[in-house]
């Protein structure tokens, strides 16, 4: 009896070991070293100090005595969160369980300098019975003379093989309005299916480079990136093709307005998109919760870093006159622009 009693108390006090252990944290995770991990990959592999106009070392000063390690969760994501937040960049990002950060100043610029209003586009430019392809919804307005086309977003298919048909579908039309106002981004390879519609001239678009070092300047070797062949199975589409962008364009938008301006007949038109032109990576923090932020940079053909936004060809802001009257005048102003090239005027 008193060795089944002594085993059951070892048993217990076992127990009560393994649990405390188990409630106990990982050193790696503490407070203090997840913050510090942090910091030192962003210092390491961010590729936007210099467009961000970010000093990561004054940084740190201001938000690492914030953190000590027996600071809960959501006041250490709160830190996190908010040193992160000076970067000023959408695809910087924080996941954990409870929450997810993101920019304020993207925020706020995708809403509040939003140059359309969905409402009226819907209703007056789309109207009830529009078309929908793919990721496209798409009508005719001044008669068949220009064919408009909504694409909401990147994420949403954008075959070549579509694109065609849109078009075909209208050939006696002087050109196109291609709406990607408040287009927050997606893939990549939807920019190069819709390029292959247009006239290939093998133009360099941008030039990109990965973050290669330790130091703020590490960068790997430049590479060039053109625009692509025209797809074999469909003739060019050479006729006006206006692209409306505003500050809610984002990330891939941003990509196909800096790719537009290679192109003859692609005029950008708007307000200037929101940037992301940097593509993430990302990773986990010892507490197990994961991160990401761009480790590219990518470079115009004019030497410039469009990060912060690509700016349009023309820029065209929404009118409040105009849209208490039921009319987008940028879609206006495009279809004016379309319209007067193919008179000759």
């Not at 942090?38 to 970010?54: E, I, M, N, T």
């Not at 996190?80 to 993207?106: C, K, Q």
């Not at 307005?257 to 923090?285: R, S």
């Not at 590219?296 to 802001?317: C, L, S």
Request: proline fraction near 5%; charge should be negative; aromatic fraction near 12%.
């Amino acid at each position: 009896m008193r060795r089944a009693s002594s085993l059951l108390i070892l048993a217990t006090a076992m127990f009560f070991v393994s649990c405390e252990k188990a409630f106990l944290r990982n050193p790696d995770a503490e407070p203090t070293k997840v913050f510090e991990y942090l910091w030192q990959r962003v210092d390491k592999q961010y590729a936007l100090f210099d467009v961000k106009g970010v000093n990561w070392d004054s940084i740190h000063n201001v938000y690492a005595p914030q953190v000590s390690n027996d600071i809960n969760d959501d006041s250490l994501f709160r830190v996190l969160a908010a040193m992160l937040n000076t970067l000023n960049d959408g695809h910087v990002n924080i996941v954990s369980p409870f929450d997810v950060s993101r920019s304020e100043e993207i925020f706020l610029q995708t809403y509040g300098r939003r140059n359309i209003e969905p409402n009226v586009v819907t209703l007056n430019y789309l109207g009830a019975h529009y078309h929908s392809a793919g990721g496209f919804a798409y009508n005719t307005m001044r008669g068949d003379s220009v064919v408009y086309i909504r694409y909401g977003s990147f994420s949403n298919s954008a075959s070549t093989a579509t694109l065609n048909m849109i078009l075909k579908r209208y050939p006696s039309a002087s050109g196109v309005i291609f709406d990607i106002r408040q287009n927050g981004g997606g893939s990549i390879e939807n920019i190069w299916n819709i390029l292959a519609m247009l006239p290939a001239t093998h133009a360099h678009l941008y030039t990109t480079q990965i973050k290669s070092g330790p130091a703020h300047d590490d960068f790997s070797e430049a590479e060039k990136v053109y625009s692509p062949f025209t797809n074999d199975d469909y003739e060019p589409y050479r006729k006006p093709f206006v692209v409306l962008t505003d500050r809610g364009s984002y990330s891939a938008s941003s990509f196909f307005a800096l790719c537009a301006k290679a192109y003859d007949n692609m005029i950008v038109m708007g307000d200037t998109t929101g940037g992301g032109l940097g593509l993430p990576n990302g990773g986990e923090l010892p507490n197990g919760w994961t991160y990401r932020f761009p480790v590219t940079r990518t470079i115009a053909p004019d030497g410039k870093n469009y990060e912060n936004g690509v700016p349009p060809d023309t820029v065209v802001m929404l009118s409040s006159e105009a849209t208490a009257a039921g009319k987008d005048n940028v879609i206006e102003t495009a279809a004016d622009l379309i319209c007067r090239v193919n008179s000759g005027r």
